[in-house]
């Protein structure tokens, strides 16, 4: 006979409504109808995604949840038969590791406190000095120093006071240790530590673990059974490599795909099912098979109607799938869902052949981009040169006004000596030369529209400023003739 045997428990939790007077309006199925069996001295595992119902599980064992149906047998005690006094007695034997180590830990104790409590609640040391001995090599054992008795919960690590939730189950003395997630919240390095820990513990003390969990890489190193749930029920029972090396439920196929694999080899080649739908409520589970709403090979005659049992098909290996034996022969085609290939970051997608899923869209969208690439590089050529054209008028119009502007210049500087001339011939060249610079400004505004008209003005203000030039210059020489003639007379 095992150790703990769980048969048929059932977990409803009533849903109440009314404004006076509560009415029990519906139930939700946190747990419905879950046999199991674990054997004294191993691990059993149970994983599943949240809200399958494992910690509830867990929490009916020890009694903490009121049990709706079924039973829970541990070395011959029917436990959902005890009344409170008996259970509390009897609750010494069966011990839980919280998944919140800081949560179960009572801040207002120091560690003492905490482990002494249940020492003195079940006669355990005659005395406090007897009891502090027990604690301190416990706490040793655990990997913590001796004066972490006087100590507060806060002012521990998350590794260290998942240790003292170990050390608290460990007092007691137990058969079984149920852990909820007792690694979840701590680091890699830290979750190595307490997993050995909790192996090496097993090895000296003879213990019996339920270990609740979700990282399925955990669950596969410490456990020796491995439970698969899915809302509220057990779908799939084998021993951990079977498990794990042929998984036989849809569903466990599904959470094993989901599993990186650290091969890179193996990770490209292996395939991932991609399951459709989202979990159904608890409170409104699906009739028949509950798993077959996302199952990519429900059959609706059968599935939807019938609810599978959970049957043994050889070496401990229980599943609870009417096709299990035709989906693993291949004979059984999928009727949704998808299977594509696992994706490693910077590897391209090569998705399974299989169906028109997946693998056919990649095919048509990579057809698709390759017909539209053509009209793409003829669009864009013809932008580019329409954009090339814009930019060569646009520099051409200043090109023009600066050659206007140098041939000014070269005109002026041809003629050195007229800069030096006369104050009246300066007078008069201003306010052409201004008209000039207004001429231009306004040649640059136009430049886009009539850069030619811009160059012709440019010329011709040229021309008259230098025929004006010249004739300044004649009265400037005859008056200095003038002026000559005179001194001559004066001399």
Not at 228 to 234: E, N
Not at 322 to 351: C, F, M, N, Q, W
Request: glycine share 8%; hydrophobic share 35%; proline share 5%.
């Amino acid at each position: 006979m095992s150790l703990l045997e769980l048969d048929g428990v059932k977990v409803h939790f009533p849903i109440k409504k009314g404004i006076l007077f509560d009415r029990t309006v519906g139930h939700v199925y946190a747990v419905d109808g879950v046999s199991l069996k674990v054997e004294a001295g191993q691990t059993y595992g149970l994983v599943g995604e949240s809200g399958c119902g494992k910690t509830t599980l867990g929490r009916a064992v020890l009694r903490l949840v009121d049990i709706t149906e079924g039973s829970v047998v541990l070395d011959g005690t029917d436990l959902a038969k005890l009344s409170g006094e008996e259970m509390r007695r009897f609750r010494r034997r069966l011990q839980m590791v919280f998944q919140d180590p800081l949560g179960s830990l009572n801040p207002r104790q120091n560690i003492e406190s905490i482990l002494t409590e249940g020492m003195i609640a079940h006669g355990i040391g005659k005395n406090q000095e007897e009891r502090r001995e027990k604690i301190k090599s416990i706490l040793e054992r655990v990997g913590l120093p001796a004066n972490a008795l006087s100590r507060y919960p806060h002012e521990f690590s998350g590794g260290q006071r998942q240790r003292i939730g170990i050390a608290r189950a460990l007092v007691l003395e137990p058969d079984v240790i149920i852990c909820d997630e007792p690694v979840s919240a701590l680091d890699v390095s830290v979750q190595a530590q307490v997993i050995n820990l909790l192996e090496e513990l097993q090895d000296e003390l003879g213990l019996t673990y339920v270990v609740i969990a979700h990282d399925l890489a955990v669950v596969r190193h410490i456990s020796d059974t491995i439970g698969v749930m899915y809302l509220g029920s057990l779908v799939e029972e084998a021993p951990s490599d079977v498990l794990y090396a042929e998984p036989r439920h849809p569903y466990t196929k599904a959470l094993m795909s989901a599993v990186p694999v650290p091969d890179p080899d193996v990770e490209d080649r292996r395939e991932r099912i991609l399951l459709t739908g989202d979990l159904p409520s608890p409170a409104n589970p699906p009739s028949g098979c509950r798993f077959h709403t996302r199952c990519p090979w429900a059959q609706a005659e059968r599935c939807a109607t019938e609810r599978p049992e959970l049957r043994d098909l050889g070496g401990g290996h229980r599943v609870a799938c009417h096709y299990a034996e035709e989906i693993a022969a291949g004979k059984l085609r999928r009727v949704t869902g998808e299977v594509v290939s696992a994706v490693r970051e910077g590897v391209e997608d090569k998705p399974a052949s299989e169906g028109t899923g997946v693998a056919g869209k990649a095919e048509a969208s990579g057809e698709a981009e390759k017909a539209e690439k053509p009209g793409k590089a003829a669009k864009a050529e013809g932008s580019a040169k329409s954009a090339k054209a814009e930019g060569a008028q646009k520099k051409e119009a200043p090109k023009k006004a600066e050659a206007a502007e140098a041939a000014e210049k070269a005109a002026k500087a041809e003629k050195p000596g007229k800069a030096a001339k006369t104050e009246g011939a300066d007078k008069k060249e201003a306010p052409k030369k201004a008209e000039a610079a207004k001429a231009e400004k306004s040649g640059k505004a136009e430049k886009a529209e009539a850069p030619e008209k811009a160059a012709k003005a440019a010329r011709t203000d040229e021309a008259d400023g230098a025929e004006k030039a010249e004739t300044s210059e004649k009265k400037a020489e005859k008056a200095g003739k003038a002026e000559k003639s005179e001194a001559e007379k004066a001399v």
